[in-house]
């Protein structure tokens, strides 16, 4: 284990990371913007404000589940967090180590217990590569395992997440798109990670590949003790796996609570549009739809107060005068909205 991996431990009740965190992961008014450049010079004459002040804490052992509809900076979100790309302002940190301050080689460590699953099984794998080969490469690269002991741990992945250890010496190709997911899960695990960020895995299969994979994530959580930030629009397939949900909205935090509670007394009036959306699995039952007006904003150009005030039902004048901000309203619920 390197100097960065830390255990988990109980203590009062309540997991603990072994330098005594109450949270592995705290993340502290994050901001990315994308300069857009126009003119003869190329200068910035505005911003594409992906990721505005988000602000939440995720404990060890936790799947934090973070929902939105498309283009609302949830994966914009999870590399900033990770710094796959830079973010460009706010506070990540991790075990108590504010991750955005490091330099490139102290951040290459912190790398070893922070990887991601990427939402495209087929483009995240190198074509060239053998299966051994990628998920055996992070090991060479961290000094981990060389040689015959790499072999060994490989296959014992591949095993792990459900395939087979003759699968290492096949190319992506020859695999379907849930067993390529299987790949990159086991590639992120290959270095024994404290906290990963899953990058809206199972959209990109087929439902019931669906299932089995999120099955898989939830088994290797409950047996390897991950901490994950589960990226998703489907809110179905959170319920099922979150300990807690964030609901995004144009870069924006709307409302954070424990999935049961978020589910059965969703708050915040987006909260509530999206989750009027899940079928029901029952033809006699029906659901009262909450169709919301128009497309989600541009995020060059976010409405002033609430960002979701210009198709909000319940918006009035005060908010596009009041930007809210995240208030508990019962133990771990919170929400941003001035009228409710």
């Known amino acids: 284990m390197s100097a960065v991996a830390e255990s988990v431990s109980k203590t009062d009740g309540k997991t603990k990371t072994a330098k005594g965190n109450e949270y592995l992961l705290e993340v502290k008014n994050l901001k990315k913007y994308f300069p857009i450049r126009g003119g003869i010079l190329s200068q910035v004459v505005g911003n594409v404000k992906a990721v505005e002040d988000l602000n939440f804490r995720i404990r060890p052992g936790e799947v934090v589940g973070l929902v939105g509809e498309s283009g609302s900076g949830k994966t914009t979100a999870g590399r900033a967090i990770l710094r796959l790309i830079e973010p460009t302002a706010g506070e990540v940190i991790f075990d108590g180590v504010d991750v955005t301050k490091l330099n490139k080689k102290t951040m290459r460590e912190y790398r070893k217990e922070m990887q991601i699953i990427f939402q495209d099984p087929f483009a995240s794998l190198n074509p ?27 296959a014992d992945l591949l095993e792990k997440t459900g395939l087979s250890s003759a699968h290492m010496r096949r190319y992506p190709h020859e695999f379907s798109g849930g ?4 790949i990159g899960i086991a590639r992120a695990l290959a270095v024994d990670p404290q906290f990963i960020v899953a990058d809206e895995p199972v959209s990109a299969l087929d439902v019931s590949i669906q299932a089995q994979v999120v099955n898989l994530l939830q088994d290797l959580k409950e047996e390897l003790g991950l901490t994950l930030l589960f990226i998703a629009h489907d809110l179905a397939v959170v319920e099922y796996i979150s300990d807690v ?10 409302e954070i609570a424990p999935a049961k509670e978020l589910y059965s007394n969703p708050i915040h009036p987006y909260t509530e549009s999206l989750l009027s959306a899940i079928p029901i699995p029952d033809p006699t039952l029906k659901r009262e739809r909450i169709l919301l007006e128009g497309d989600i904003p541009s995020p060059i150009n976010p409405p002033s107060g609430c960002v979701f005030r210009t198709r909000c039902p ?27």
């Open 128 to 154: 060239r590569m053998t299966v051994g080969d990628i998920i055996g490469e992070a090991l060479q690269i961290h000094n981990l395992a060389k040689g015959k002991a790499k072999d060994e741990k490989v």
């Open 245 to 254: 949900v964030i609901v995004m909205y144009l870069g924006r935090i709307m």
């Open 179 to 182: 067993q390529r997911q299987r």
């Open 314 to 340: 319940i918006a009035t004048k005060e908010c596009a005068e009041v930007v809210p901000q995240l208030e508990e309203v019962s133990p771990d619920h919170f929400k941003a909205c001035i009228h409710r």
